[in-house]
């Protein structure tokens, strides 16, 4: 679902997307890193508004696996700020989980499991190794969602209230929160998305 409805294909963003990973823009990851070590005390900041975390090159796995070194140098840099990101990345096979689980554990960055439907938010949920998002049809109600096993499911405070954004909320980067982040589906492809997602249900 991700791969085919990602709001960040589309207009700029989906442009510059493109570049970084055809290699015309952006820098490599020890400098990003370095640069991510000169943030602040405690600096709110998001990695990746588009993408997800570096691959494995070498793998036997049969999944995509995420690079433990890359991840853990990026980890260490930010261990004194407030950063979140989110992953697609399958966090039931073992490598991924204990990745995920020790960047958590160092706190300064924290990854959000990315879910594509409630009942996957809950699966994940189960895992304990990192907090939940899922994301969420349009015309969703903004307060009583749960999902099928009684999580609460809060919706991005900055879809639904006026004048909040994620530096004001921060909800992304509380690795111990019980609650689900849900994200109401949004950009050029939501309402194709928003059909997937109420078949699913």
């Known amino acids: 679902m ?18 970084v990973s055809a290699g015309l823009d952006g820098v490599n990851w020890l400098l ?7 943030f602040f005390r405690g600096q709110p900041w ?18 995509d696996q995420i690079d433990r ?9 930010a261990k004194h700020t ?10 039931t096979d073992e490598h991924n989980a204990s990745v995920i689980r020790d960047v958590n554990s ?6 959000n499991l990315s879910a594509d439907s409630q009942q996957q938010a809950d699966e994940y949920a189960d895992l304990g190794i990192a907090p939940v998002t899922v994301v969420l049809p349009v015309g969703t109600p903004h307060r ?9 499911i809060v919706v991005c405070p900055a879809q639904t209230t006026e004048n909040v954004n ?23 492809a939501k309402k194709r998305l928003s059909k997937r997602l109420e078949a699913a249900a």
């Open 2 to 19: 991700h791969e085919t409805d990602c709001y960040a294909r589309f207009y700029i963003l989906g442009s510059i997307w493109n570049k």
């Open 46 to 63: 998001r990695h990746n508004q588009a993408g997800d975390l570096p691959k494995r090159d070498e793998s036997t796995s049969s999944v």
């Open 144 to 152: 009583g969602n749960r999902t099928p096993a009684g999580r609460t």
């Open 69 to 77: 070194e890359a991840v853990m140098m990026l980890a260490d840099a």
């Open 166 to 188: 994620c530096a004001r909320c921060l909800l992304c980067t509380k690795r111990d929160r019980k609650s689900v982040v849900g994200f109401i589906a949004h950009g050029t």
């Open 106 to 111: 160092i706190g300064g960055l924290t990854i």
């Open 82 to 91: 407030r950063g979140w990101t989110y992953t697609h990345y399958e966090p």
């Open 32 to 38: 990003f890193c370095k640069a991510v070590a000169r």
